[in-house]
């Protein structure tokens, strides 16, 4: 059974920094991609960033370009979300997630997603 445990929320202020971590368990990590999304209260939940199986490619929405950066370490199963600059709008929960199928290149679209994260709050006040 795949699980995925995400810690490093927390309270920030605008401009401050923070690094949200996912550990997995549960089945090869290194196989497959990984993705983070966040949903603000009232709002849908969205994509924020994807990586491919090696790390070596990325993919981010347009609103944390240049902000936040995705990345893993296989040998200890575990995806990164640094996140610099943070926004009050970057307010929410933050859920990281994981595929079934094996994809080549990072996924952007919830629905390719089958495993999630509890999520953890990232508060930015202003």
């Known amino acids: 059974q795949v699980q995925l445990v995400e810690s490093g929320g927390g309270l920030v202020q605008a401009g401050g920094s923070l690094r949200l971590s996912c550990a997995a368990s549960?089945?090869?990590?290194?196989?497959?991609?990984m993705g983070w999304f966040r949903q603000a209260p009232g709002k849908e939940r969205e994509f924020v960033a994807a990586v491919s199986w090696s790390g070596g490619s990325t993919y981010y929405a347009d609103f944390v370009k240049g902000r936040f950066t995705i990345s893993r370490y296989n040998a200890k199963n575990t995806v990164y979300l640094q996140m610099n600059s943070l926004k009050p709008e970057d307010t929410a929960v933050y859920y990281c997630?994981?595929?079934?199928?094996?994809?080549?290149?990072?996924?952007?679209?919830?629905?390719?997603?089958?495993?999630w994260g509890q999520g953890t709050q990232v508060t930015v006040s202003s």
């Open positions: 549960g089945r090869t990590f290194s196989n497959y991609a």
């Open positions: 997630a994981a595929p079934k199928k094996i994809y080549t290149v990072p996924v952007v679209a919830p629905s390719a997603y089958d495993y």
